[in-house]
């Protein structure tokens, strides 16, 4: 590969290469402030590679690749060569991950105590974890919530905040100082544009928190809060864990574990400003 | 033609979890979580490692003649799901 990368987030890290040098250029900028892998090791390797060599030149595309592929992934445009690196880079954790049980939510803290939210995409689990480290919460992460099996903690992994279509605006409104990446246009996830976790989150990334409050957030519903008990909540989780099934035991000793001690409720809320309100209440 | 009889696995072959309404049962030898409701723990515990026939499962569980479809029906789930052998 050309053009490498690499980087720490929380206690993962990455080596992406790329055919290109514009997506890791992009990664080196929105990535700055992060630091590098403990010894220049990382655990992952991301690999960004023109579909065929020719199409390097003409209307190039880029497939992704690294330890753990998925054999039809689409090649997508160069453009957005900065969503297929983070796609890699999901990838490659959400299948190799073995140190932490992984929870496909959103995580924000405060004094110590983690609000885990999750839900299928479009739920508003970015967007609102992006509006609440507007309101002083930590950002632990976007994407996955890391749950150590032996302490029960969550571990951040404050990756770059993905947005996607209205929650752009809606959170440059509420962040109007934050960096963000290029607005990648017509992906398949729609428009997106990502944001750089602030130097809070940052600062506090080794830092892990208990886990006090797990939220299923559904956005475009009259507001509604419904307790869910445990068994839901283990059924919910399992299907929201990329690797539940390969950590075996420990999986489902931390999972039942999780379930047990915190409490979880289903959030349907009409607007950002309903649901802020609802879980900081 | 001998009787059928069942066997769950040991009681370390299974972890048991109760959630709430739901109870989660670990397969240590398959790997696979299964998500149960009563009667089912309670029929694991009775065949735990030991071989038993319907006959003494139904005299365990206080039920008549007439009362053991139910009891038939749950056994099959279990041997289809994998966690109780039948022989």
Known sequence: MRHVFSVRIGPVSFRVGSDWRGPVEQLRALYADHPAPVDGIADYTVRLSATRPWRRFVRPSVAIAGDYMLPDAAPLPLAHGLLAAEMAMNLQLALGERRFLLLHAATVERDGRAIVLTGESGAGKSTLAALLSARGWRLMGDEFALLDPETGLLHAFPRLVSLKNAAVGVVRRALPEARFGPLMAGTPKGDIRHLVPDAVALAAMDRPARPVRLVFPRYGFANDAQPVGAGEAFVRLTQASTNYVALGEQGFDALTRFVREVPAVALDYPDADSAIAAIEG | ?87
């Open chain 2, 1 to 87: 033609m001998a009787e059928t009889r069942y066997r769950a696995p040991a009681r370390d072959g299974l972890r048991i979890a109760a959630l709430d309404d739901l109870i989660a049962v670990y397969h240590r030898a398959s790997g696979i979580t299964h998500l149960v409701v009563a009667p089912v723990p309670e029929l694991l515990e009775a065949m735990a490692g030991e071989w038993r026939s319907l006959e003494s499962l139904a005299e365990a569980f206080g039920l008549a003649a007439g009362e053991r479809g139910a009891l038939i029906e749950r056994l099959d789930e279990l041997v289809a799901a994998g966690l109780v052998e039948a022989a």
